[in-house]
């Protein structure tokens, strides 16, 4: 992305005017035709729920750990690359795990950490997973156990953790930088508001933005988050969100954030947000920035759509959101990874197995078309 864009201030506020438009005279989805597809592949090799993907080349997606049954979550150790529409295993992790952080360092190495096991316990412990090998490797833990954290790259290499529920039940306040080079951690500055199931999202301004997720019940409970780098501190946003709110931001830098009942943009320029009515929104559902700047929200559990199989989209350039292709299958705790092709690839969330589906949007099978 041409950096140029991504700075451009016109262009950040072209996005917030067209969505504060659309607030005031859209009541209800604009629906279409839906000219994009969904394409069948091949089935992973495990069942996957609550497990990480992670596009660690064009062409390549690491799947790691997850649980693999429809009743109580069984967390296993296994992991598998998928690439072209197929899938072949690579070495297991020391630890089973499920909910757990998978994040791409800059040396093209993978870093897992935290989650759940088979017991139900939160994880401290720190795997590595090295491509080049197809192995992972222990590496030092975190201070303290965490399962449904946050996990963001610094820009100094490290690796922002952030709340997440502990072995005793408690969902925590507490953050951690971890060193990967060092295999250290120090303690930075608490939460204003625990949280677990958040997002921790790194803007263009060099700050991170925690936002949705859960807190158990306090009063400040959907209240956004900001994390100062130089200061390691957090502060309150001065906005907030419903819980299980998808965020991504957006080609002009703004943050969409798709709540159970509101969207909310939020600038971190002008530190100014702009909200619209949702009539349909899909609660857990995942989200996937595409190549034109569009977003796509894919499965979790619509309100007005008695199939977990529903999907959303908004469109960058009108501030809308619009129905589009169904996936073939309902899923729930499901992975969409953006590929380098334009694809958005989504892998499991089912209880039984169930294919793996590549999703192909109208502006791409235009360009492939001969």
Not at 67 to 73: E, K, L, N, T, Y
Not at 268 to 286: D, H, I, N, R, Y
Not at 299 to 321: H, I, V
């Amino acid at each position: 992305m041409d950096p140029q864009r991504r700075g451009d201030p016109t262009k950040r506020r072209r996005g917030m005017v067209a969505f504060r438009h659309i607030s005031i005279l859209i009541t209800a989805f604009a629906v279409t035709a839906p000219a994009s597809v969904f394409v069948e592949e091949a089935t992973p090799e495990s069942i996957r729920r609550f497990h990480t993907a992670t596009a660690i080349s064009a062409t390549k997606i690491l799947l790691i750990g997850g649980a693999s049954s429809s009743g109580p979550p069984s967390a296993i150790t296994s992991a598998e690359i998928y690439e072209a529409g197929t899938f072949s295993s690579v070495g297991s992790m020391f630890d089973e795990r499920l909910s757990h952080t998978a994040t791409l360092l800059p040396d093209g190495r993978v870093l897992v950490a935290g989650g759940r096991n088979e017991r139900t316990l939160a994880l401290a412990s720190v795997e590595i997973f090295d491509p080049s090998i197809r192995t992972f490797a222990r590496f030092a833990p975190m201070l303290e156990p965490r399962t449904e954290h946050s996990a963001t790259l610094l820009p100094n290499g490290h690796v922002l953790f952030a709340g997440g529920l502990t072995t005793d039940g408690t969902v925590l306040f507490s953050a951690e930088e971890y060193d990967p080079v060092t295999q250290s951690s120090i303690r930075v500055g608490d939460m204003k508001v625990r949280r677990l199931g958040h997002f921790a999202l790194l803007l263009a301004n060099g700050r991170i933005l925690v936002v949705g997720g859960r807190s158990g019940g306090n009063a400040n409970d959907g209240q956004a988050q900001i994390y100062d780098l130089a200061q390691r501190t957090f502060e309150f946003a001065g906005f907030g969100v419903s819980v299980n709110a998808p965020a991504v931001v957006l080609f002009d830098n703004t943050v969409l954030i798709q709540g159970d009942v509101i969207a909310t943009i939020y600038d971190p320029f002008t530190k100014t947000v702009a909200t619209q009515p949702l009539e349909c929104s899909q609660t857990g559902a995942v989200a996937a920035l595409l190549q034109n700047g569009d977003v796509l929200f894919a499965g979790g559990s619509p309100r007005c759509d008695p199939q977990s199989a529903a999907t959303l989209r908004y469109n960058f350039r009108s501030g809308e959101f619009q129905r589009d292709v169904a996936m073939r299958y309902s899923r729930l705790f499901q992975t969409a990874t953006p590929m380098h092709d334009g694809s958005v690839v989504v892998v499991g969330g089912g209880s039984d197995p169930i294919p793996s589906e590549q999703y192909e949007p109208l502006y791409r099978r235009r360009a492939v078309r001969p």
